[in-house]
């Protein structure tokens, strides 16, 4: 090894080492909030995050200014895992029946990912000017996938039309028959697609 090679090469310093423990800890602190509300914590406090994520409560607010903070950074998370799911079916130019059955799958995927996590900020929302309009925006990315893929038949159809396709195809819908209604997620989803089919005035099997 050359005598003349620079002795800080790939080194890290103390402040490298600060940077990489606050990323870590920040990290850690995200995921231990969703694994609580995947456990079925729908409120989960700040010292269950933290003892959760093996580090003080003082570390959790060091990172995040207040648990709508901390909300946040699980949402940036699960809207880019979850989002892309919403990809799949909004062409409005195939058979009646192949869109309503995409769409019905499609939502049972999406649905099924982001359920725990959008029961937990239900229950947070009306105290959370964050959590109200990330629900606003959602429903109404929902809502512009159902108006792109029904186009022709909204075009025909009553004004209350959308109104009727955007509640059949909403996760309120959803969460009912999966929650109170204690069905399978098949099942549901085919609920769902037969539902779409008989206010479209589609085919249905007998």
């Given at each position: 090894?050359?005598?003349?090679a ?24 995200v ?7 995947r ?8 010292e ?13 607010f ?10 946040a ?10 989002l ?5 079916s909004?062409?409005?130019d ?47 990315r ?21 109104e ?8 309120e819908?959803?969460d009912?028959?999966r ?28």
């Amino acid at each position: 090894m050359s005598s003349d090679a620079d002795p800080n090469t790939n080194v890290a310093g103390p402040e490298d080492g600060r940077v990489l423990r606050g990323a870590r800890n920040r990290r850690v602190i995200v995921e231990a909030l969703l694994e609580l509300i995947r456990e079925g914590e729908m409120q989960p406090t700040a010292e269950q995050v933290a003892k959760r994520a093996g580090v003080g409560t003082r570390t959790v607010f060091r990172h995040f200014d207040d648990m709508e903070g901390l909300y946040a950074e699980m949402d940036a998370r699960i809207a880019a895992e979850a989002l892309p799911l919403l990809q799949s079916s909004r062409a409005s130019d195939g058979p009646l029946g192949e869109r309503v059955q995409n769409l019905a799958r499609e939502r049972a995927r999406l649905f099924e990912r982001i359920a725990p996590f959008k029961r937990s900020g239900n229950i947070q929302r009306p105290r959370s000017t964050f959590l109200q309009e990330r629900h606003a925006e959602f429903a109404r990315r929902l809502r512009a996938d159902v108006a792109s893929i029904f186009a022709p038949e909204l075009q025909q159809g009553s004004e209350s039309l959308l109104e009727v396709l955007d509640l059949l195809a909403s996760f309120e819908a959803w969460d009912r028959l999966r929650s109170d209604q204690r069905l399978g997620r098949e099942r549901a989803a085919r609920v769902i697609e037969e539902g779409l089919l008989a206010v479209l005035g589609g085919p249905q099997e007998g």
